[in-house]
């Protein structure tokens, strides 16, 4: 590639390698060869993980949480269609328990140090007069404004609408909140084309400004209309890394690129194929 990133704004998702124990992270992170790590918070926030022994093992090991992420219940991502009803803060259903979590998530990321944290909002209706839409906007402004009272910020995943849609739903959302708790964008190439929304080079040019956070992962559109495109390895799908970065680079954007894989058994090898393909090292 002609453009490269810095080593030290290069990161790996916890959850992409799989860990049962903070050990089991700390070691793979090693492995990947990089220092960065966005961490899941759900397994600490539930106990399976202990928080002070996470932030203490990885101040030993110099690593560095660069961000957090929170899942929202009972998700199902067997189909387009299972997630488009069950994904993010859309349903009804789980709403009152995905904001539980938001807050034990806030009180947490507050205690290890984290100021971003990043999660899928679940499909936003495009229809600006929609009236889920409106309940959506007023959840997310409800999220933003409990990470915001500890001066954390929110940002969405890409992928599950438009970028014009997500662009519209992040101007409605940030008139409604202080301005420590605007929430902004984290920007997952593979997902435009997973989900097949659009281009992810036009998609993170009109979003550049919103632009907290980059998530580096691959994809090849479906064949199908309706149907899941394909994750692959960074470099071996339909994002033209060149193009992308250089766009962010264009538009400013100085932050850190945080690998996801979510698919494969060669997991630690294909974040190291992923950074070296981004820093050239």
């Known amino acids: 590639m002609t453009f490269q990133v810095p080593s030290d704004r290069v990161g790996v998702c916890s959850w992409s390698l799989r860990p049962t124990l903070c050990d089991d992270l700390i070691a793979s992170v090693r492995a990947c060869g990089v220092r960065l790590v966005q961490l899941h918070l759900d397994p600490v926030r539930t106990l399976q993980w202990r928080a002070d022994h996470v932030g203490d093992r990885f101040r030993n090991e110099g690593i560095v949480i660069a ?51 990043t999660f899928h909002a679940g499909f936003l209706p495009h229809e600006a007069g929609n009236p889920e839409r409106g309940t959506m906007i007023g959840r997310l402004a409800a999220i933003a404004e409990i990470f915001g009272g500890r001066r954390i910020r929110v940002a969405l995943e890409t992928g599950q609408e438009h970028a014009p849609t997500l662009l519209g739903v992040l101007d409605e959302v940030n008139a409604r909140v202080p301005s420590h708790a605007r929430v902004g964008v984290n920007f997952d190439p593979a997902n435009m084309i997973l989900y097949g929304m659009g281009d992810p080079v036009e998609a993170a040019s009109l979003l550049a400004p919103h632009i907290m956070q980059v998530h580096v992962k691959d994809a090849s559109p479906s064949d199908s209309l309706g149907e899941w495109g394909t994750e692959m390895p960074v470099g071996r799908g339909s994002v033209r890394w060149d193009a992308f970065l250089s766009t962010l680079a264009r538009c400013g954007y100085e932050g850190r690129f945080i690998i996801e894989r979510e698919a494969g058994e060669s997991r630690v090898d294909d974040v190291v194929a992923a950074r070296r393909l981004l820093t050239g090292a």
């Open 67 to 117: 961000s957090g992420m929170m899942g929202m219940k009972d998700e199902d991502y067997s189909t387009l269609e299972s997630i488009k009803a069950t994904g993010g803060i859309r349903p009804d259903a789980t709403w009152d328990a995905n904001l539980r979590a938001a807050e034990g998530n806030a009180i947490l990321a507050a205690r290890l140090g984290i100021d971003l944290v």
